[in-house]
């Protein structure tokens, strides 16, 4: 079983907020960014406002934001472990061994 951390609107707000970001810091209206990237503006809107858009606009907006790389490492087999296999290895490892818990000259027996 995976355990997710993140529902998918989480994170289709994440990308969207991100899209937005890196267009606000190219200095480009949406109006500019739609012509570049060849999306429709209602789509780029949409996108910004409602976190909807296709897959080949959202890598056409992607390749004129300079993260297109970034859609190609997406369900990779070198992704990291789930949580559920991190927790299986985490109880297969040996305990640590802990430090004391009293206080320093404190008698621990009767």
């Not at 899209?19 to 810091?25: Q, T, V």
């Not at 209206?29 to 897959?55: D, H, N, P, W, Y």
């Not at 934001?65 to 490892?93: G, H, R, W, Y």
Request: charged share 25%; hydrophobic share 45%.
């Amino acid at each position: 079983m995976t355990v997710y951390l993140r529902t998918v609107q989480e994170v289709q707000t994440g990308i969207a907020g991100r899209f937005k970001a890196r267009r606000l810091a190219k200095n480009l209206t949406q109006r500019e960014l739609a012509a570049r990237s060849g999306v429709t503006f209602s789509s780029l809107k949409r996108f910004e406002a409602r976190r909807m858009i296709a897959l080949d606009s959202l890598l056409n907006l992607a390749l004129v934001l300079n993260c297109l790389d970034d859609f190609d490492k997406l369900a990779m087999e070198s992704q990291p472990i789930s949580v559920t296999q991190s927790l299986d290895a985490l109880l297969a490892s040996p305990a640590l061994r802990r430090g004391a818990t009293g206080r320093k000259g404190r008698s621990h027996g009767v």
